[in-house]
Structure formats: C-alpha cells, structure tokens
C-alpha cells in the first residue's frame, strides 16, 4: 500500500476544479443571457439553493464575483476567499 502524502494530489484537484469553474464562467458570461435565464440555469438546471437576487445581487453580477474572487488563486486561497466573501450569507 502506498504511504505517500496525499497533499499533492488534492491540490491538483483543487486547481482542476477551479480551472474548470473559471472556464464554465467565462463562457456563461459570454453568453450574454438575461438575468431570468441566468437564474434559471442556477436554480432549476444546477439545483442550486443560493439566490443572489435575495441579497439584492443581480445573476450576471454575482457570477461575475464568483469569477473575479477564483482569478489567480489556488485551490486554498479560493475555499477561504468565498468563505469569507462579504456577499456569503
């Protein structure tokens, strides 16, 4: 059985993940979809429990916060860094 640490491979993961957050971002935003398809893909497609627009927070914009809180960051710095994002409830 092998004994190594597992730190590196977790790590990878976390950039993979990230990475292909950033990607599946920039191509919605791109997208330019108004802001009742925007939610109706979060809400209903993704089965997602978070409504911005509870907070006042339009679609477009917060998935564009989520985009600029992940650019150039790793995988810890992304977990801590939406943890502690003033628009999280």
Same mark, same amino acid.
Do not use: C
């Given at each position: 059985?092998?004994?190594?640490? %597992? ?5 990878? @993961?976390?950039? *993979? ?21 925007? %939610? ?8 997602? %429990?978070?409504?911005?627009? &509870?907070?006042? @927070? ?8 989520i *985009?600029d @809180?992940?650019r150039?960051r &790793?995988?810890?710095?992304?977990s801590?860094q939406? /943890?502690? /994002?003033?628009?999280?409830?």
């Amino acid at each position: 059985m092998w004994e190594g640490d %597992a730190a590196p491979l977790l790590e990878a @993961i976390r950039r *993979l993940a990230v990475t292909a957050l950033r990607a599946a971002l920039t191509k919605l935003l791109a997208a330019n979809l108004s802001e009742r398809e925007l %939610a109706r893909l979060w809400l209903r497609q993704a089965g997602a %429990a978070y409504d911005p627009r &509870d907070e006042e @927070i339009e679609m477009s914009g917060w998935f564009a916060q989520i *985009l600029d @809180i992940t650019r150039g960051r &790793d995988g810890d710095r992304v977990s801590r860094q939406v /943890h502690d /994002h003033p628009y999280e409830s």
